[in-house]
């Protein structure tokens, strides 16, 4: 970053959002604002990130909500970068000319100017972390994902509850006797702990796509993060890697393996993960 640079606003959360198949990266400052690297948006529709950047600068409007962050987490580590508000996306999307895109990107041009600024502030309001199906149809397809989304929401509804009573209490050892009670509920209620891969299981999974997408980036030219973790949450029903099924880690490990071999003609012996 350079000395015309905006205000750095710290990074509380960050959020990657598959948005129909594009992998954008999604942050909250303390702020309140929730804002979206230009960068990938930029890669997303095949435009000069310099020449936006310059654009959103110049912008009386645009200027206001774009700032400088030095903590993205990425899979090279912890790097710094640009982002805009949100809800500037759709003004900024608006000033580019579908005919300054190529013709196969004009659709996706207009799904980004349509869509992209809801789906990227629900992703830190409702957790939707894609913009491919509504959570409706997620939750109707009763997969272990829905499942546990459906227990979150008991589990939250009888926290809720909890709040209420606490208020009405009149002294602090009735509302201790009252948590311990309530905690003992919560945890009969999630039952087993141990239903999602562990950390461990997780990193590995992390690893494995962080290979497939470099040797996929070498014959496509593109950053293919987002496509390889977009198949892999529809070939498995889940909307991030952490929250796969413990009992289906070997599974998806073996179609990482197979989908590495298929395009590498690496052996059993030749893996890197």
């Not at 992998?23 to 303390?30: C, H, K, M, Y």
């Not at 390889?228 to 929250?243: D, H, L, P």
């Not at 990482?256 to 893996?271: K, N, P, V």
Request: proline letters at 3%; a negative charge; charged letters at 25%.
């Amino acid at each position: 970053m350079d000395d015309q640079d905006k205000s750095i606003v710290p990074v509380i959360e960050q959020r990657e959002v598959n948005f129909y198949g594009d992998e954008l990266t999604a942050v909250r400052s303390d702020d309140g604002h929730i804002y979206v690297t230009v960068r990938q948006m930029c890669q997303a529709l095949g435009i000069d990130a310099q020449g936006q950047t310059r654009r959103i600068r110049s912008h009386p409007v645009l200027a206001k909500g774009f700032k400088g962050v030095d903590k993205l987490s990425t899979p090279g580590g912890l790097q710094s970068g640009y982002v805009l508000r949100v809800d500037l996306v759709p003004l900024w999307l608006a000033g580019i000319r579908t005919a300054a895109v190529s013709e196969d990107i004009r659709p996706k041009l207009e799904r980004f100017q349509e869509e992209a600024a809801k789906v990227l502030w629900e992703a830190f309001q409702e957790g939707r972390l894609t913009a491919e199906t509504s959570i409706e149809e997620l939750l109707a397809s009763d997969t272990p994902a829905a499942q546990a989304y459906q227990m979150a929401a008991a589990i939250m509804k009888m926290a809720r509850q909890q709040l209420l009573l606490e208020a009405q209490l009149e002294s602090h050892t009735t509302q201790l006797v009252d948590h311990e009670q309530r905690l003992e509920e919560i945890e009969a209620t999630l039952g087993d702990q141990g239903r999602f891969v562990t950390s461990d299981q997780a990193s590995q999974i992390s690893q494995a796509v962080k290979v497939i997408a470099l040797e996929l980036g070498k014959r496509t030219k593109k950053n293919e993060y987002g496509a390889v973790y977009g198949q892999m949450y529809r070939q498995f029903g889940i909307t991030g890697y952490k929250q796969l099924p413990a009992r289906q880690f070997d599974a998806a490990m073996k179609w990482l393996t197979d989908w590495y071999q298929r395009i590498t003609g690496a052996t059993g012996d030749e893996l890197p993960f």
